[in-house]
């Protein structure tokens, strides 16, 4: 059996649902009551955080690729970052890294591509919304992003590390998110949503709204987790 290694703790509450994902969806596939091996190193947001609201990017590299060694030297055969934001620097760590790391961005892509969507809309933390990391990675397929206009923005991002990230879920809060949704159906045309923040998942549960599909990334990562647990 393959051990996958998790870097948690971006945020905590994004890390529980991974790891009953992960469990849930692999004792789906795999019917004789047996249990992944999962080894989950829980690191500290506000050090990663303020390397990445300084701009440090080369540090916040350094840092996750630390972390990321541990994993290796606890012996897993593969990793991920259990948060859409450290994908800003994914590509560097995964270029240092002694274990193969399997990419949320990369997932989700291949998510929308088989629902055939063409221009979607994008909510995250401020980094993911403004960042280059989605929209590089969906351009190869054909895919365009949509971000939120900057005042909707603020908002999803105030809410996500204020709120979201302390497991503070308000019925308000989603109200507005979908109403940003909305507007950027009318507005902008969207076909869907990708919640870029694994923290969103938390909040925006339903896998539609007003015909639109909303993606998951959380679990759509998770469902690659445990595809590569089992390959």
């Not at 916040?60 to 450290?86: M, S, W, Y």
């Not at 206009?149 to 503070?168: R, W």
């Not at 009318?186 to 993606?215: A, F, Q, W």
Request: no cysteine; net charge negative; glycine share 8%.
């Amino acid at each position: 059996m393959k051990t996958v290694g998790i870097i948690g703790g971006i945020g905590p509450e994004s890390t529980i649902e991974y790891y009953r994902l992960i469990i849930a969806g692999y004792r789906e596939r795999q019917t004789d009551g047996s249990y992944p091996s999962i080894i989950i190193n829980s690191i500290n947001l506000t050090i990663l955080l303020g390397l990445i609201m300084a701009n440090d990017l080369d540090q916040a590299t350094d840092h996750l690729v630390n972390e990321v060694q541990k994993l290796a030297r606890a012996g897993v055969d593969f990793g991920v970052i259990a948060a859409g934001t450290p994908h800003i620097v994914f590509n560097e760590v995964r270029k240092r890294s002694a274990i193969p790391l399997v990419s949320i961005v990369e997932a989700a892509g291949e998510a929308a591509v088989k629902l055939k969507l063409k221009k979607i809309a994008l909510f995250g933390t401020r980094f993911t919304m403004q960042g280059r990391f989605y929209p590089d990675v969906f351009a190869k397929a054909g895919i365009t992003l949509v971000v939120p206009e900057a005042d909707e923005q603020t908002y999803i991002h105030d809410k996500y590390m204020n709120d979201l990230v302390n497991g503070i879920i308000l019925p308000e809060t989603r109200e507005r998110l979908l109403a940003i949704l909305d507007k950027m159906k009318e507005r902008d045309g969207v076909e869907g949503l990708i919640l870029g923040g694994t923290e969103l998942s938390l909040i925006l549960r339903d896998t539609d709204h007003n015909g639109m599909p909303i993606l998951d990334t959380t679990r759509i990562h998770a469902e690659r987790i445990v595809a590569e647990l089992l390959s």
